[in-house]
């Protein structure tokens, strides 16, 4: 793993942290957005991996689906996650989210950067 890699994780380690906290204080718009963007660092870290570097997370998502979903190499569900967290992320700035919401986007989050940790641990390995 590179170091950008482990950057890019632990800056999603440290979104996690923060929505949790945001989920407990009852903030769940800011939790989805912190979800959200931890998934959005765990999926540029699987991009790195090949290379590829991108500047907005527009071009990151249907990069990673390309890349890492359609190829079967990350399960579509981690995918659809991604998006579900996005829609909802941007469905807060207009209406309250609510606390159900936040707990499976962080859930979600949190399955997501798992399964990311465990493909980059094994492409360490090989």
Not at 2 to 16: F, G, M, N, P, S
Not at 53 to 80: C, D, L, N, Q
Request: net charge neutral; glycine share 6%; charged share 20%.
């Amino acid at each position: 793993m590179t170091t950008e890699q482990r950057a890019l994780i632990q800056k999603a380690v440290d979104d996690l942290r923060a929505a949790q906290d945001l989920v407990r204080t009852g903030s769940n718009g800011f939790a989805v957005a912190r979800a959200y963007h931890a998934m959005l660092c765990g999926a540029e870290a699987l991009l790195l991996h090949d290379g590829l570097r991108f500047t907005t997370h527009a071009e990151v998502i249907p990069a990673f689906s390309r890349e890492w979903v359609k190829t079967g190499r990350m399960p579509a569900e981690y995918y659809r996650y991604l998006i579900e967290a996005g829609d909802s992320q941007s469905m807060g700035i207009h209406v309250t989210v609510p606390s159900a919401i936040a707990e499976e986007a962080l859930q979600h989050a949190t399955k997501f950067l798992a399964h990311v940790w465990s493909l980059l641990g094994k492409q360490l390995a090989a």
